[in-house]
């Protein structure tokens, strides 16, 4: 076989698609695990609620390509580096000339979930359990949601409907901790409680009550919370386990190159499971990086030449069910804050300086602008910190800020 590649989701199959784009004559093999692939991770909250039609969860139409081929439902146990083999768990032994690595992340499942009996504990992350969510919920609607990051908010933000009671938990003291300022978590977390979500920050679970072998209730801060439903969504971490052995990981990371190379010139790896070793240790893991660093992969696999990530920013857009969301990068520490607030109309906006130059920020409410603001953090453009029109939604100093950004030339190359 010429080129396989471990893992189906978004980083996988970019790779696999732009295998088969540039480099026409090789085969490619795609392992993933789950039953099904090629699938939009992001959209599970609301195909769990079913607010998403079926047909709008997946990207990847059937191929005609008998080059490309997709074996779902098998798991690779570990490689052989010196045959150049995955060996899958049921001891099938795949050879590869090139391989890609995608095996993006598994849920944190915290000691307190794993130890409990009861039915009705789901992970949100895969399609899998998403299934056996959406056929719980209508018998158990009222859900807790334990996390209060990215995935938590989002799936709390969808599950919001009449029939349903939704508590969010977090630990930390705001909503977001690693992305927004306590400042902009404030107005995700008023836009949740309009919508009847409870909003528990600073507690964790403390205990898990049963009966009858389902769920029942979770406590916290000493207090008794009815839960038949308890989603966990307390964060990813590498799904690196059957690299242990492979001689690929360093202090327990895939790191890979800024052109996404293991330190084996015949392996590649993309998405939530690598570190990109560039001026530091860079773990981007959100969707417009597992797609980007997908296609670099799988360009690059046979290339002579392979051409380096331009962008290595986590910045991120959504919709929370009503409230629009751009995280640009999370709040640094030592950096100047600049911010543009209309509290009444759910707007505030924010950047990270550091000498000038943008290092994050989040625009809440109102996103118009974003493309200006990575565009000028990614080219380092230096920005006018006393300009208190900088934020402002269309104003002169953001066009100002646009005009040097792209002049003379575009600066800002995605691949
Ligand atoms: C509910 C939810 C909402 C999200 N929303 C956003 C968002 O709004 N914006 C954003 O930027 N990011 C979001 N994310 C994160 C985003 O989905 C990930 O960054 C992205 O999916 C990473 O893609 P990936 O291909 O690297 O990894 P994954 O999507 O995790 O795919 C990896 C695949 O590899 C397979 N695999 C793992 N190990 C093996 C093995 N040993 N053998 C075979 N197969 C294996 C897995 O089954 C999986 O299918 C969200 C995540 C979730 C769960």
């Known amino acids: 076989m010429d080129c396989v590649i471990i893992g189906g989701g978004v980083a996988g199959m970019q790779a696999a698609f732009s295998c088969r784009q540039h480099w026409p004559q090789k085969t490619v093999t795609l392992i993933d695990a789950e039953p099904e692939v ?19 969860l997946f990207f990847r139409k059937p191929e005609d390509d008998s080059r490309f081929v997709v074996r779902p439902g098998l798991r690779a146990a570990s490689l052989d580096r010196s045959n150049r083999r995955v060996i899958l768990e049921n001891g099938e032994k795949i050879p590869y000339e090139r391989l890609i690595l995608a095996s993006g992340g598994r849920p944190v499942i915290p000691g307190i979930c794993v130890r409990s009996s009861g039915s009705g504990i789901f992970p949100v992350r895969s399609l899998t359990s998403a299934r056996m969510v959406q056929k719980w919920l209508p018998d158990h609607p ?16 969808h599950m919001a409907r009449p029939e349903m009671t939704v508590t969010l938990v977090e630990k930390e003291d ?45 406590c916290i801060g000493g207090k008794e919370i009815p839960c038949g439903t308890l989603l966990v969504a307390a964060g ?16 327990g990371e895939l790191a890979v190159s800024a052109s996404l190379q293991t330190c084996d010139q015949h392996i590649f790896a993309a998405g939530d499971s690598v570190t990109v070793m560039r001026a530091g240790h860079f773990t981007p893991w959100t969707w417009p990086q597992a797609i980007t660093q997908g296609k670099l992969a799988g360009r690059n696999i046979y290339a002579r030449d392979p051409l380096q990530l331009s962008c290595l920013t986590r910045v ?7 409230l629009s969301l751009v995280v640009l990068g999370a709040p640094a520490a030592g950096a100047e804050v600049v911010a543009y607030a209309r509290p009444r109309e759910g707007i505030y906006r924010e950047l990270f300086l550091k000498n000038g130059r943008i290092v994050g920020g989040a625009l809440v409410g109102d996103i118009s602008g974003a493309g200006v603001l990575h565009a000028a953090m990614n080219a380092d453009v230096e920005v006018d910190k006393n300009d208190e029109d900088l934020l402002k939604p269309g104003s002169r100093a953001l066009r100002q800020v646009s005009i040097r950004c792209f002049r003379p030339a575009r600066r800002v190359l995605f691949v």
């Open 236 to 251: 990813s971490v590498p799904d690196v386990e059957f690299l242990q052995t492979s001689g690929l990981l360093v202090n």
């Open 316 to 322: 991120n857009s959504m919709n929370l069910n009503g």
């Open 38 to 56: 090629g699938y939009f991770r992001t959209l599970l909250p609301q195909f769990m609620v079913r607010t998403l039609a079926p047909s709008k």
């Open 142 to 157: 009222q859900i807790v949601i334990l996390g209060g990051g990215l995935v938590g908010v989002k799936t709390a933000a």
């Open 174 to 218: 705001h909503l977001l901790p690693q992305a927004l300022s306590p400042q902009a978590a404030a107005l995700v977390k008023a836009h949740l409680q309009q919508k009847h979500i409870r909003v528990i920050t600073g507690h964790s679970i403390e205990d898990i009550q049963t009966q009858a072998a389902e769920i029942k209730a979770i």
